[in-house]
């Protein structure tokens, strides 16, 4: 094991080196949900080595005692109770996306290359919706906490989405939230990276909302893809301004209505 560890160091990528493009690969897509379901269950992300390769067995004592309703907890719920969303608990859900003030800083619940926080959030409510909320889409301020009216009574077509997972999800929701690269906010400080580092912060926004949904009575469904082409003027976005992941939702229909994350 010592010995692999020593080659797999001396073949690091020397630092400030740009990381090359993810190779093109030639691959048709799975798109019905048994087979979906079935290749899911092959768990291709998992490694797999010899059995004379060797393994250092963790403590599973070690594990944190809350760590397994932790997990549980973060679920990806595409069946929603058809009443309005209480505007209290969408509040307090954006809420972990606001920046509060810490001294004479900012702080947030997640990190961001270089302290920079470009990637913005919108909503967009549909017709009772959100109680006490007009239907439209608004920009989430995460240092005022408060919503800033875009579009009112805009409303978004279901054929965006892909239709055999998350259009039907869609259907149910009352409200999607969607994070939006904001370049000239990065690109400045980290130039060609500056999309990945965005990427990534998105992702550690999914994850703060994704995880504390519950605490709310709220359920989200992270939507991997859908024709932003037909939002991103109900959003009066700048040029450049690209969506990097979205999320519907609404009131959780029962506390267990879900399962992974599964997008199309």
Request: hydrophobic share 40%; glycine share 8%.
């Amino acid at each position: 094991l010592a010995d692999r560890y020593q080659k797999s160091n001396a073949v690091a990528t020397k630092a400030g080196a740009t990381a090359p493009a993810a190779p093109q690969r030639n691959f048709d897509l799975i798109l019905d949900p048994a087979a979906k379901d079935a290749f899911r269950r092959e768990n291709n992300g998992i490694r797999i080595f010899p059995e004379d390769w060797g393994r250092l067995q963790l403590d599973d004592a070690a594990r944190p005692a809350a760590l397994e309703d932790r997990i549980s907890r973060r679920q990806a719920v595409r069946h929603f109770r058809s009443e309005p969303v209480p505007l209290v608990s969408l509040g307090a859900l954006l809420a972990e996306l606001s920046r509060i003030t810490k001294g004479d800083t900012g702080k947030y619940a997640y990190g961001s290359a270089g302290g920079l926080y470009p990637v913005q959030t919108y909503l967009h409510a549909k017709p009772d919706g959100v109680a006490g909320l007009p239907a439209g889409t608004f920009y989430y301020h995460p240092v005022e906490h408060c919503l800033v009216p875009i579009t009112l009574g805009a409303e978004l077509d279901a054929d965006i989405h892909e239709p055999f997972t998350n259009k039907p999800a869609f259907e149910q929701a009352r409200f999607s939230l969607f994070f939006v690269h904001q370049p000239r906010a990065i690109e400045p400080i980290y130039g060609d990276l500056a999309w990945r580092f965005s990427l990534l912060e998105a992702g550690a926004m999914a994850h703060a909302i994704e995880t504390s949904a519950w605490r709310y009575g709220l359920g989200l469904c992270p939507i991997g893809w859908l024709d932003f082409a037909r939002v991103r003027s109900l959003l009066q976005l700048e040029d450049g301004q690209e969506l990097l992941h979205a999320h519907v939702g609404g009131l959780v229909e029962t506390p267990h209505a879900s399962g992974d994350w599964e997008e199309g």
